[in-house]
Structure formats: structure tokens, C-alpha cells
């Protein structure tokens, strides 16, 4: 948003909370608040959906009364309240829309449903316009006031609530981990809510919101200090605690299958294939800045190949029946190949185009494997079934939990080689290409073999993956290589930070495990994918764990107008 | 010769091979449909003529690119959305009137409605796109607006999903279109008339706009070069929205084009003709108004007679299922061979 100084703050806030009225507005149609309201947060109190109405309101308001010229207070809780009930007041003007006019023919969402859950269940319009404005104002006047307190009470109450917000929508996955253990169960049943109603109880809330404040208070005041004396320890303590800290990762990350279960290990599986694709295509994008859309076509490949190598259904021409193991390495080499024929064409063409480009590789493979044309050797529309899965000495690993180990011990591989590649010359080779083309090539990297080791890393990667998906579903259709693949994959990568391995694996458990875990979010995924896409390039360019170099990057303009020393 | 020998290398070689095996294969496809002598006069004037039909559309869309990729030099992946959004909304419209009978009595001023709805619509989600998602976004490195543009796209296509639901609209039938028109061996039905008509009029008038009129003046001078026609008193802002009006009023239009033609419309209908015209403008010329129009009809007609004469005579089955594949192929073609399109391009040279 402009910083118009000359406008009174009224007139912002004004500006702010009709952007925050669209915004509900729009969140209610589209069916969002309908479909969260199925959960609940505070069991029987408050769900989902009511919360994300009063969540986009507070956000409203919160940015209304950070900004502004006028930090007296009245002004800035003024700011906040007028905000909040701006929004509210346009989700009343939905309410009368909705009564006056039918509005269900044009937009489908706006059912009954729907105007029960935005009227709180209140008898009389008039009665849920009250309530909702009142409600804004106050909601309004709460935000605002967060920028009053001193800035260590605003964080500690900003994290308890955020903490208690996740853990209420996550109780199905804390529920499930803990089950196997009784002695929690007491526990368990006093901070959530009856079996039946999901979400935390009133307790449960109070306790989470109270220990997460004064927890993240406590660290606010005296973290210095422990973080001081933490670094005064002798070299040998530090580096066996950091020994520690590795093998209790490592520790917890073999012993998962075992607390998961069978659903959880499902959603590990998931992620840890996206973590693969995410991290090859990291290479081409973070590390080389070769926007790659295709890259589910490598991803395609390794599983078709891997598909029609040890496929025993006997329907296509290429008849071989080799193992998983023997298949794998030449779905991997495949992909490279793939790789290396997409890559020549590209190696001239710039950003844009190169998007465009690769995006329409990806759907000529996903065709060609649809179509007739190919039907006879790579089964067409119906795809190809009863792909081998790995054995490892007597055991199959065909469960979700004995596949997790296949695909822990990939990821491992590949972050081992990432890792490594990425401080190579190679790997500064990429960079300086991703910086400058030019440049790099003045400099003496051959611009030729260095992108076309970027594409070809990235699509080993791609193909590894493939291939485990395939004998993970043992059966591959044409339909399961879609564009938005590439778009998730890619997505995770640019949340995560680009160019980051931490990154990636943040951003697939983000975008790839939590829409698995939240079946309402599932619903929105894309969504909520593209919305985050354009939120992130706009605040937050670099992702949310990025390289330092990248940060520095991209915020470079960001101080210059601050007086030196500020 | 020497020297051009040396400057050959690896690439060139590689690209060269792709190239013209390519260009070989269509040859040799060619070739052998038209020795086999399968299909007559009839039916390639009808391949012909659809294939103009589609172009145009694919046309009005890839004008919209251009234009934007002329002021932003950036690609506008949001646009596909506009055009959905323009003829997914005009649908409603056309679904009343056609309830209540106006569609029939009023046919003409039923259309033009229509067009206004659909150009509205479009025109209200292109200049929001801008706003909130490309104008903060003007200095950043070339990949920031390129994804957010991504996301917007997406964005937009489940946010329309989440308003009108995810079937398939069909519109009603306009009782005075049905019917063609025959001279000889050609057939031309009668919405294909409106619509190529239609889009070689609007076209014609976006041209004149940008050739003749102040405003376009100034639009080139700001495609130019944004800083010296701030310079010279051009309000860049507000010229680069009317640009996006302009192309997002044509991308309703041809909303309203493919809805006549094809009669169905859902949340996912832009994302395929969106990339058809990008890589139409791409064909005709990034920047070039007329390239863009070029390229579109060019597209549409390659799109259409292509999988017949090529692939047919390579004994491929089912053709018509790999149209997209030799849409997306001719895009590689052309970047390769001739980056700057047929007509050229109107833009500097900008680095990688």
C-alpha cells in the first residue's frame, strides 16, 4: 500500500478495512468460511470459519493502526476500531444483499448455510448486524492496541495465540501421535475436546495461549543472557551438544513410522517425494534461475520408465519384467537424457520465454503419453499397471511405513548431493549464472555444459522420484502428471526460499503436508497456493528460510532512505 | 568461411539437428497426406476456415499479451484468466436473457450486452491484477513479477471456481446463428462469420487506437522506454493501466468469441488458449500489434489443418489428440529459429 501522507488517518483506515471487507466478502463466497466452519477451534465455542472472519478482520486492523503519521494513540486505536467495523460492516452489507436478492444463482456458495454461519446464529438481522459491528470494533480496537504495549508483551500474546491457533487445528495429528502413549491420554482429554468435537477445550486454550506467552516473554527478556552463556561454553561442550541434537533428529527421524502410523506415514511419503522433486528443481531454479515449469515431465519419465520396465501386466509392447532395483538406475538415466534433448533447445532463450517453454514440454510429454499414438507402448489413457515394488532381502516394501525408509534414505542422498553440489565450482558456476549470463560467460563458464548439468541434475532428481512413486502406487496414469505439479513443486521451493535446502524441506512439509493433514485446506489448495505466491514476492521475495546471500539480495533498496547509523 | 565455421559450435549443431528434424518430419507428413489423397477439397476449406475462426481468438488474446509485454516486459500469465473471467461472468447474462426469451426477440442487442458484460468483467479483473500483484512489484528482479504473476493466475482460476462452482456452463443457443453459409466446396457457418468479423474489427480498431490517437502515442513511447516518457510528461501509471484495459477489453471479447463457438465455459477454461495466444504473440512478434494478430490466425490455421497434413501421413492415429503438442512445438520452433517472430520484434534486445 502507498504511504500517502497527506491523506488523515481516517481516510486509511477507511482504505484498509474496505480492502479487508472484500476480503471476507470474497472468503465467504468462494465457500472457504462454509467449509472451515466444519472444524472446530475451541471446541464448542468458536470454529474454524468464525475464526478466519475475526482473523481477517484483526489482520485489518493490525495493519491499519501499524502505519500511519499519527502515533499518538487515540489515533492509532481510532485507526483500529474504524477499520474493524468497516469490515464488519460489509459483511452485513453481504447479509442484506442476501436477503434481498438471491444471490445463489450467480455465486453457488452463498447458501443458507453460509448466512447462518456469517449471522453467528443470531435470530434477527438486525440483532447479527450489532453484534457484528460491535464485534469488529472491539476485534479492532484489540489489534490496534497490540501496538501500544511494549513490543515484548505483543510478541509473547502474538505467539501464544498463533501457537494455540495451530495446535487446535492440528489435534487430529497430535491426537494420532499420542495414542500409543495412555499416559498422556488424561491429559490429552482435558485440553481437547470431547471425543466428537474437534479442536482445543476452553482449558486446553487457556493453558496453550498462557505457556507459549510466557515462555516466548521469558526468552524475549532473558534470552540474551542464555544465548550469551550458551556461546561461552567451552568448543568441545558445544560440538557434543550439537552431536546430540543431530542424533536425537536422526533418532526420531527412524522411529517415525513407528508413532505415525499408517495415514501419517502416507502424508510423510507424500512429502518426502515432493522434498526430492523440490530439491532437484531447486537446482535448476535456486541455484541456475532457469525457471523450469516443466519439470513434472522428468518427473513422468522416471515413472513411466520405471513403469514399463517392471510392469507385469503383460498389456504393453515393451514387455521386460525387471526389478525395482534394476529398473531404478535406468529411470533416473532416462530422465537425465530427457533432461539434456529439453535443455539444447532452451539454452538460448530468456526468462520469460524459457517459462513458457518448458511449461509446454511438460504438457506435450503428459499428451504423448495420453495419446493413441503411444498407447501400444506406454498404455494410453489407461495407463500401466502392476509396476514391481523394492524388495530389500526377504521384506517388500510395500506398506506406507516400510516405503518411508526408501524414501528417508533418498531424501538423505539427495540433500547430501545438493548440499555438496552446491559449493562446488560447479554450484558457483549456476550461481553466476543466475546472476548475470553475460557476465558469467566473460568470466570463462561455459554457459553450455554448466545449464545443461543444471537441467540434468534436476531431472535425476525428478526421474528418482517418479520412479518411487510409481511402485509406491504400482500402477501410473497420464492423469497424475498435470501442470500443477510443476506448480507445487515450485511453489514450495519459492515459500521455502529459493535456493535453500532447509527451505525446500520447509516449504514441502508447509504446502505439501499441511493440505494433507487439514482436509479443509486441501479444498482451497490452489488457491491458497497462488495467493500465498503473490503474498510471498510481495513481503517476502526470498521465502520463509532463505539463503543469507538471497536475503541480502533482495531487500537491498529496502533501508536506503534511513539516516546512516538508524 | 573460416570464421563461421568457428564460431559453430556444440549448440548450434544440436539445435540445428532438433530444428530439422522437426521441420523434416512435417515435410515427409506433408508429403505423404497429400499423396494419399484422403481427404477432400471440402473438408481442408472447412479445416481452413475453423482454423481462421480459432486464430482470431487466439488473436484478440495474444494482443493482450503483447501489449502488456511491451510496457512491462513481463508476461502477463493472468491474462488467461481475464479472458475466463470475462465469458465464465457473461454466461449468467446469457443464461437470463436467454431464459426470458430476450436472447431470441433481441438477438443483436442481446449479443452486444453480452460483449459489454463479459469486456466489463474482464476489464475489472485485469486492472485488479495490476494493481494489487504487478504494480508494487515494477523494479524486482525478473523472476519476482514472473511468479507472482503465477500465482495470480491460479489465484484467480480457483477464486472463480469458488464463486460460480466448478461444472460446466453451457450457453444457451442463439436461434440466429445456426446455419452456414455455402459457396462451392466452402462452408462457413455463420457464428464462424461473427466471429472472424468481429475480431478483424476490433482489431483493426486497437490498431488505429494505438497508431493514431494521443493516447497511443503515448502507449508506444512508454513501451519505448518507461523513464524518458515519464520524462517528457506521460503519466506512466495511468498509461500502463489503460494499457491493461485495452487488452483486457479484447480478452473479453474473445471471451464472448470462444463462448459462441464452443458453448461451453468453466473455471478452467483459459489456461490452454491462454498459452496458445501467448505463443501466437511470441510467432507474430512480442511487442508487434499487428505480429500479434498475425501470429494468432497463423496458430489457429497451423493448429487446425496441421495434425491432419502432417501427422496423418505418419501414420500417427488419432491426430487431433496431439494439436496441443504441435501448438507447443511450433512455439519451440519459432524461438529457436526465429526468436523474434515473424514480423520481428519491436523491443530492444534485453540481457538474460
Request: hydrophobic fraction near 55%; proline fraction near 3%.
Amino acid at each position: 500500500m502507498e504511504h500517502d501522507s497527506k491523506s488523515p488517518w481516517w481516510l486509511k483506515a477507511l482504505q484498509t478495512g474496505s480492502i479487508g471487507g472484500a476480503v471476507a466478502v470474497l472468503v465467504s463466497l468462494i465457500g472457504m468460511v462454509e467449509s472451515f466452519h466444519a472444524r472446530d477451534i475451541i471446541a464448542g465455542q468458536i470454529t474454524m470459519g468464525e475464526t478466519l472472519l475475526l482473523l481477517i478482520v484483526g489482520f485489518i486492523a493490525y495493519t491499519s493502526s501499524r502505519s500511519g503519521r499519527n502515533t499518538a494513540v487515540p489515533f492509532r486505536l481510532g485507526s483500529g476500531v474504524l477499520a474493524g467495523v468497516v469490515t464488519s460492516a460489509m459483511v452485513v452489507g453481504l447479509i442484506l444483499l442476501g436477503n434481498a436478492v438471491n444471490l445463489r444463482r450467480v455465486l453457488v456458495n452463498a447458501s443458507p448455510a453460509l448466512y447462518e454461519i456469517l449471522t453467528f446464529e443470531k435470530e434477527s438481522t438486525a440483532a447479527a448486524a450489532g453484534f457484528l459491528l460491535v464485534s469488529g470494533a472491539i476485534i479492532g480496537l484489540i489489534s490496534a492496541l497490540t501496538h501500544v504495549i511494549p513490543p515484548n508483551w505483543k510478541r509473547a500474546i502474538l505467539a501464544g495465540s498463533l501457537t494455540a491457533l495451530l495446535i487446535a487445528t492440528l489435534q487430529d495429528l497430535i491426537r494420532v501421535t499420542l495414542t500409543p502413549f495412555p499416559e498422556v491420554g488424561a491429559a490429552i482429554s482435558w485440553m481437547f475436546g470431547t471425543r466428537g468435537q474437534e479442536g482445543l477445550s476452553v482449558n486446553g486454550a487457556v493453558v496453550v495461549f498462557l505457556l507459549v506467552a510466557s515462555v516466548n516473554y521469558f526468552s524475549s527478556v532473558r534470552g540474551d543472557v542464555i544465548r550469551q552463556r550458551a556461546n561461552a561454553l567451552p568448543p568441545t561442550a558445544r560440538r557434543a551438544f550439537r552431536w546430540a541434537s543431530w542424533g536425537l533428529l536422526a533418532a526420531f527421524l527412524l522411529v517415525w513410522p513407528r508413532i505415525a502410523g499408517p495415514v501419517l506415514s502416507e502424508v510423510t511419503n507424500s512429502v518426502g517425494l515432493y522434498i526430492l522433486m523440490g530439491l532437484g528443481l531447486n537446482i535448476v531454479v535456486g541455484y541456475a534461475g532457469l525457471l523450469d515449469l516443466g519439470y513434472v515431465a522428468f518427473y513422468a519419465l522416471g515413472a513411466f520408465i520405471m513403469g514399463v520396465l517392471t510392469t507385469t501386466g503383460g498389456e504393453i509392447s515393451f514387455d521386460v519384467r525387471l526389478t525395482f532395483w534394476e529398473a531404478l538406475p535406468f529411470a533416473i538415466i532416462g530422465a537425465v537424457i530427457a533432461g539434456v534433448i529439453l535443455g539444447i533447445p532452451v539454452l538460448k532463450i530468456r526468462g520469460d520465454y524459457l517459462a513458457i517453454v518448458t511449461l509446454g514440454f511438460g504438457e506435450i510429454i503428459r499428451i504423448m503419453f495420453l495419446s493413441d499414438f503411444l498407447k501400444p507402448h506406454f498404455g494410453g489413457s489407461f495407463g500401466i499397471v502392476s509396476i514391481g515394488t523394492p524388495t530389500v532381502g526377504d521384506t517388500t516394501l510395500n506398506t506406507p511405513q516400510t516405503l518411508y525408509y526408501l524414501i528417508l534414505a533418498s531424501c538423505l542422498v539427495a540433500i547430501f548431493i545438493a548440499n555438496r553440489l552446491r559449493d562446488s565450482r560447479i554450484g558457483r558456476a549456476w550461481k553466476a549464472i543466475r546472476e548475470d549470463e553475460d557476465v558469467a560467460q566473460a568470466m570463462g563458464i561455459n554457459l553450455t555444459t554448466t545449464k545443461l548439468l543444471a537441467f540434468a541434475s534436476g531431472a535425476a532428481f525428478g526421474g528418482l522420484s517418479g520412479a518411487i512413486f510409481a511402485s509406491k502406487l504400482s500402477t501410473v496414469y497420464p492423469h497424475s502428471f498435470v501442470l500443477l505439479v510443476s506448480i507445487n513443486v515450485l511453489s514450495l521451493i519459492i515459500v521455502g526460499g529459493m535456493g535453500s535446502l532447509p527451505g525446500v524441506i520447509a516449504g514441502a512439509l508447509l504446502l505439501v503436508g499441511l493440505p494433507e493433514l487439514l482436509r479443509e485446506f486441501n479444498e482451497f489448495r490452489l488457491l491458497i497456493y497462488g495467493a500465498l505466491l503473490i503474498v510471498m514476492m510481495l513481503v517476502r521475495p526470498e521465502g520463509f528460510l532463505p539463503e543469507a546471500v538471497r536475503r541480502r539480495e533482495l531487500h537491498e533498496g529496502d533501508n536506503l532512505n534511513e539516516p546512516a547509523g538508524a | 568461411m573460416q570464421r563461421i565455421l568457428n564460431r559453430i559450435n556444440f549448440t548450434d549443431i544440436a539445435i540445428a539437428i532438433i530444428g530439422l528434424s522437426l521441420v523434416g518430419l512435417i515435410v515427409v507428413g506433408s508429403f505423404k497426406t497429400i499423396a494419399e489423397d484422403n481427404y477432400t477439397t471440402r473438408q481442408w476449406l472447412d479445416f481452413v476456415v475453423f482454423g481462421m475462426a480459432q486464430g482470431s481468438i487466439y488473436a484478440l488474446i495474444a494482443l493482450g499479451y503483447t501489449l502488456v509485454y511491451g510496457i512491462l516486459r513481463m508476461i502477463n500469465f493472468a491474462h488467461s484468466e481475464v479472458f475466463m473471467s470475462g465469458a465464465f461472468t457473461a454466461y449468467f447474462a446469457a443464461d437470463a436473457m436467454g431464459k426470458s426469451g430476450f436472447l431470441r426477440e433481441n438477438t443483436f442487442v442481446a449479443i452486444l450486452i453480452l460483449f459489454a458484460v463479459s469486456m466489463s468483467m474482464s476489464v475489472l479483473v485485469g486492472v485488479l491484477v495490476e494493481r494489487i500483484a504487478y504494480r508494487p512489484l515494477r523494479r524486482a528482479p525478473r523472476l519476482v513479477p514472473l511468479i507472482t504473476a503465477i500465482g495470480a493466475s491460479f489465484f484467480l482460476q480457483y477464486t472463480f471456481k469458488g464463486l460460480y462452482g466448478d461444472q460446466f456452463k453451457a450457453y444457451p443457443e442463439i436461434a440466429a446463428l445456426k446455419g452456414n453459409y455455402v459457396w462451392g466446396d466452402l462452408s462457413i457457418t455463420k457464428v464462424q462469420i461473427v466471429v472472424i468479423l468481429s475480431a478483424a474489427l476490433l482489431m483493426i480498431g486497437l490498431y488505429m487506437y494505438v497508431q493514431y490517437t494521443k493516447v497511443g502515442k503515448a502507449m508506444r513511447a512508454v513501451s519505448e522506454d518507461k523513464d524518458v516518457a515519464a520524462l517528457m510528461g506521460i503519466n506512466v501509471d495511468a498509461i500502463i493501466v489503460r494499457t491493461f484495459v485495452l487488452g483486457a477489453a479484447l480478452a473479453g471479447a474473445a471471451g464472448i468469441l470462444y463462448a459462441i463457438t464452443f458453448r461451453q465455459v468453466n473455471f478452467f477454461m483459459g489456461f490452454i488458449p491462454g498459452i496458445k495466444a501467448f505463443t501466437a504473440a511470441v510467432l507474430g512478434g512480442i511487442g508487434n500489434i499487428p505480429g500479434a494478430m498475425l501470429g494468432g490466425i497463423f496458430l489457429g490455421l497451423f493448429e487446425s489443418v496441421g495434425p491432419i497434413l502432417f501427422l496423418d501421413g505418419l501414420n500417427v492415429p488419432a491426430p487431433y489428440q496431439l494439436k496441443d503438442v504441435i501448438a507447443f512445438s511450433m512455439l519451440v520452433l519459432v524461438l529457436l529459429f526465429r526468436p523474434s517472430g515473424i514480423l520481428g520484434e519491436r523491443l530492444s534486445r534485453s540481457k538474460a
